[in-house]
């Protein structure tokens, strides 16, 4: 869609390509490139099942659309529907919450109702004005201002505290490095946060035990699922489009007191003292290998061997092995329960040794990756041409079918992130396409410490 957007931006007549159920994706994905008249045409059909019929199609159908497209152009896009606004609805806050229901304001479950009163009290706990503009959000391109984080916030049954945090997530959101403009594919992207610094327990995040079900943590997540959804403009059926859907967004914490290295943000070069928000996206939350010591093997070398094995057990691995600046957008995230991150702390390895180790050691035969990318993706490009182009290594070349095959492009793409149950020797992986983990500071007001005692004593 936005070559043909640049190419109308030129004055070169151009047409989008969709499919069933994309083709409300396309309408606002031109519009947040700015050309909100191009033209679209539809494919009847689901080409990745379609053979012998996908030539007859074209033929007696989308020939005609792309034609009809060039010669009358498409008409914008329906405006994307308002951020939620209680200012503008009436009645008990029964009703209300049923008008942010009935207009799809809401993820499905019951909100708290965000009133003037409740919204100036989230206001006081960030030193910006109601209406200034934090960020743009694709693909509504819409404001995201403290008064709208807070109604969002408030609706996911946030505290007036949370609000720095839900501030730095919106800008790590806008932040091009995550690319939330493309969050809505089919692959189903369910994104996340990640609270690291003096702010865990100042507020009682959870980074412990069953972390993303404790304390604020689970309001957060659904908070900011629910600024993607009113301020972004991502709706799960129009243009949010995972083939069965979405858990939930998280939030979970990192436990700095049990983590052997520095933390993640103190890795991106923040101040120690500083706290921080990291936003995310994972298209799984499946099994948590937990590695063993046995008399052949030390903690620290089967929690290694487990990284590497659950790294290639997760979708796309063809996509995880682009590199170069045309490559797929991918990342790996390793959250490490306590004992796991001391047992390889002990045993020598800091995080830049674990890195290199995943890099390296994750592998697949050659056969499976090249099954992967003549079956498993709508890519019609072969290794020896992704190679040619930059996208695969040269080694892949001399690889036989038997042949181990890396499967990461680089040891900087794998992100540790120590935290969960200190009693648990389990870890989890969050593997993500299209995003990038980004994370920003957050900014607390001057009174914060005023503000957060009479908050307690509320």
Known sequence: MRPAAEAEKLGIVGVVVTTPGFTEVAHLAAKAAGMPGLSIAEYPGVIGVHQDEIRAKIKETLFDRILDGILRGAGAADEAGSAADAAALHGTPEEIAAQFQAKGWTDGLPIVVPTPERVAAFLRFIDRQPDEEVAILPQARRRATPRN????????????????????????????????????????????????????????????????????????????????????????????????????????????????????????GMPPGTSAVSVGTTLNWGYPPSPYARPDKTAAQATLEALCMDVVRKPSIARLAEQGPGAFIHDVTFLLAPPLAKALAEAGYGKADIQRYVYE??????????????????????????????????????????????????????????????????????????????????????????????????
Request: charged share 20%; net charge negative; with cysteine.
């Open 149 to 268: 984080i807070a109604a969002n916030a408030i609706m996911a049954g946030c505290l007036p505290q949370h609000m720095p945090i839900l501030v730095a997530a919106v800008e790590a959101a806008a932040d091009e490095h995550f690319n939330l403009n493309n969050i809505g594919t089919t692959w189903g992207l369910v994104p996340y946060l990640i609270v690291h610094g003096p702010l865990v327990r100042q507020l009682g995040l959870a980074c412990e035990g069953q972390l993303i079900s404790q304390g604020p943590n689970p309001a957060i997540g659904r908070a900011f699922g629910l600024i993607l959804r009113n301020i972004a403009g991502y709706v799960p059926g129009r243009n949010q489009l995972g083939t069965f859907g979405y858990p939930l967004p998280f939030a979970l914490a990192e436990n700095t007191e049990e983590n052997p290295w520095e933390p993640l943000h103190v890795e991106r």
């Open 361 to 458: 050691n994750a592998r697949i035969p050659m056969r499976d990756l090249k099954w992967e990318l003549d079956y498993g993706l709508a890519d019609v490009k072969t290794i020896e041409e992704k190679v040619s182009e930059g996208l695969y290594p040269p080694e892949y070349l001399d690889a036989g079918p038997d042949d181990r095959v890396r499967v990461l492009h680089q040891p900087d793409m794998v992100h540790l992130v120590v935290c969960g149950d200190p009693g648990r020797n389990r870890l989890k992986t969050l593997d993500t396409g299209y995003t990038r983990l980004t994370t920003h500071a957050v900014k607390l007001p001057a009174a914060w410490n005023e503000l957060l005692t009479e908050a307690r004593q509320l």
